[in-house]
């Protein structure tokens, strides 16, 4: 799976949250300043040659789709940073979070707690 540029992210962000959307629904969801109609439909089309969104035709118009789920992305994404900035080790990164003061003590434990949770 590609990593997404930031306004190809948003448009998915759009879309995820839209689950079925017409180009106007998703520039509604953009940020301001809000993108030319045609600049999002070059990438929502650019988004389908990757991969990431369908669509269905309504007469002359599209209504697009996801094809890959946010938490698709969202695990491919974490463990390219995980693999990228941490060498592939959770609890590099783990540490990393608590040695910047990112993550308490609680917040820690809470994350223990589900991984023994998990475990049963």
Sequence with gaps: MQKLAKREEEIM??????????????????????????????MVRIL???????????????????????????????????RKYFNNSYPRMLAYFAKEQKISREELNEILELIQSQKK
């Design 13 to 42: 962000q759009a879309c995820w949250k839209l689950g079925r959307a017409f180009i106007k629904e998703i520039i509604a969801e953009l940020p301001d300043p809000k993108p030319h109609y045609n600049s999002v439909a070059t």
């Design 48 to 82: 389908e040659e990757k991969g990431f969104l369908n669509h269905e035709t309504f007469g002359n118009t599209f209504q697009y789709f996801p094809v890959v789920s946010k938490e698709e992305y969202q695990n491919q994404a974490f463990d390219d940073i995980v």
